[in-house]
């Protein structure tokens, strides 16, 4: 990781929302069309407002990179110790200092205009940083075009070759490492990274919409109701956020981390903390209707709400039912060991999986065991289609969830989350992605999302895939949300 913080809109202390604009896929050409004095900037022929208007300086243009840098996908940082600038799109990286006419390019030291030592990045009024176009550009793999009856500049990014990452629609680098899942809601992307920020994407270009900073880590998975985002964070809130803007609606503060991804049902949001409280809110205004203590820590298990019942899991062993009316228990199971997975209803069963190596299957109405299975591996995360449990621990493996008897393991996946479940097939991985055959287990394909990965490059896939419009989306532990394109299979 750069020692250097990235963030892809702070300009000497300024920070700039993101704006909606279209991201550099592995399949697309860029087209950007700039014009000298005009505020007005078109992506690909759709025009997008700017803050300011390119100018020109030294016969060179010159403007706020981050209008450059972000439709392509890249990062832009800035250090205010050395009043440095950098840009970062996959293996480039380039560095630029205020006043300065040699920049770096991957470490090795360039001059930003061979022929006019006198073109450097500069400050103007009112602490706008201005750097040169076409140095960045091209060195971030762009063709760049000038036509001086128009004083227009077009910047083209071109196509990328597919031969190597054949599956590879986009990726987009966050600050960290991502655990948590990724979420589709009116058409677009919602994840959260280490790095404190919830990040909404565009899917199909992985494009970024707006991003949202929390106070601490975000490894719980959104949930959008009502065109707002909901999501919990190591910082003890749970947030609430306009999914159009990004903008901060409210947050309830809890005494322990959230861990537990928020549910909501009939305008009530349900999540657990880890100073052992189930909580349940209005989700409009994030009033607390009640909180429910277990005598644990509730931590990844995030709350099913079913009819009018609430149930979770806890450190404590215990999966509890509690009332949706009221806050009362209704009935509690003890486990062998703590719960960190998520409760399935199905055909009014409750099912379970501790970290004692067992799937649990329960009476809903009053949680009466009806059956248990060992499985392979103490954490048992798991999830249920078509009356089958896919459970995914050191390997992969199906149980029929009537009987709990075992249908086919395959020791040969291994995986560290929920498998996903589309048209019959299954979509999991860790060092790599899988996709297996929900019937038999056989593995279709195996991919890994870097290319000859060096030692320490593997993407670590900790973050349940997400299916949607044939693409798959996931975040990685090397930084980077993923789509693959499923078609290409």
Not at 120 to 128: D, E, N, W, Y
Not at 217 to 231: A, C, D, E, V, W
Not at 346 to 357: A, N, T
Not at 436 to 453: D, M, S
Request: aromatic share 14%.
């Amino acid at each position: 990781m750069r020692k250097t913080i990235l963030i892809s809109v702070l300009i000497f202390g300024m920070i700039f929302m993101a704006l909606p604009l279209r991201g550099a896929s592995y399949e697309e050409t860029m087209v950007l069309k700039l014009v000298i004095g005009s505020k007005i900037m078109y992506v690909n022929n759709t025009p997008v407002e700017m803050d300011v208007a390119p100018v020109i300086i030294e016969d060179r243009t010159l403007l706020p990179i981050r209008w450059i840098a972000e439709p392509l996908g890249a990062f832009v940082g800035w250090d205010g110790n050395e009043r440095k600038v950098t840009v970062e799109l996959k293996d480039i990286f380039i560095e630029m200092w205020i006043g300065k006419s040699i920049a770096f390019v991957n470490g090795k030291p360039k001059p930003i205009d061979p022929g006019n030592p006198k073109v450097v990045p500069i400050i103007l009024p009112p602490g706008r940083t201005m750097i040169p176009v076409r140095f960045v550009a091209e060195n971030l793999g762009c063709k760049v075009e000038w036509d001086g009856k128009t004083r227009t500049v077009t910047i083209t990014y071109p196509k990328e070759s597919l031969e190597n990452n054949s599956f590879i629609v986009w990726r987009f680098k966050t600050g960290s490492q991502i655990f948590a899942d990724a979420t589709i809601y009116d058409g677009l992307l919602y994840i959260g990274s280490q790095d404190s920020y919830l990040y909404c994407l565009d899917p199909d270009s992985g494009a970024l919409v707006w991003k949202f900073k929390a106070g601490g880590s975000i490894q719980t998975k959104p949930y959008g109701y009502n065109g707002r985002i909901y999501f919990g964070s190591w910082d003890r809130n749970l947030y609430c956020v306009d999914e159009d803007t990004g903008k901060l609606v409210w947050k309830f503060e809890t005494k322990g981390s959230i861990l537990s991804s928020p549910k909501i049902n009939d305008g009530f949001i349900a999540f657990g903390s880890d100073d052992g409280f189930l909580y349940l809110l209005k989700a409009d205004n994030g009033e607390l209707i009640w909180k429910f203590k277990t005598d644990g820590r509730i931590g990844f298990s995030s709350p099913l709400i079913y009819k009018n019942y609430v149930i979770v899991g806890s450190s404590d062993s215990y999966l509890y039912c509690v009332n949706k009316t009221g806050g009362s228990l209704a009935w509690k199971f003890k486990t062998g060991k703590w719960i960190q997975t998520d409760p399935v209803v199905y055909k009014e069963r409750v099912y379970i999986g501790s970290s004692d190596s067992y799937i649990y299957c329960l009476k809903l109405e009053n949680g009466e065991l009806l059956w248990k299975k060992e499985v392979n591996r103490e954490e048992t995360f798991f999830s249920l289609h078509n009356g089958k449990i896919f459970v995914s621990s050191s390997y992969l493996e199906c149980l029929d969830a009537e009987t709990g008897d075992k249908i086919w393991e395959n020791p040969e996946v291994g995986t560290y989350n929920k498998p996903a479940y589309s048209n019959g097939k299954l979509y999991c991985g860790f060092m790599m992605f899988y996709c297996v055959n929900a019937e038999t287990g056989e593995i279709l394909w195996n991919y890994n999302p870097e290319n000859e990965p060096k030692e320490g490059d593997w993407a670590w896939i900790y973050s349940t895939p997400v299916i949607y419009n044939k693409k798959a989306y996931f975040g990685s532990g090397n930084t980077y949300i993923y789509c693959l394109n499923l078609e290409r299979e």
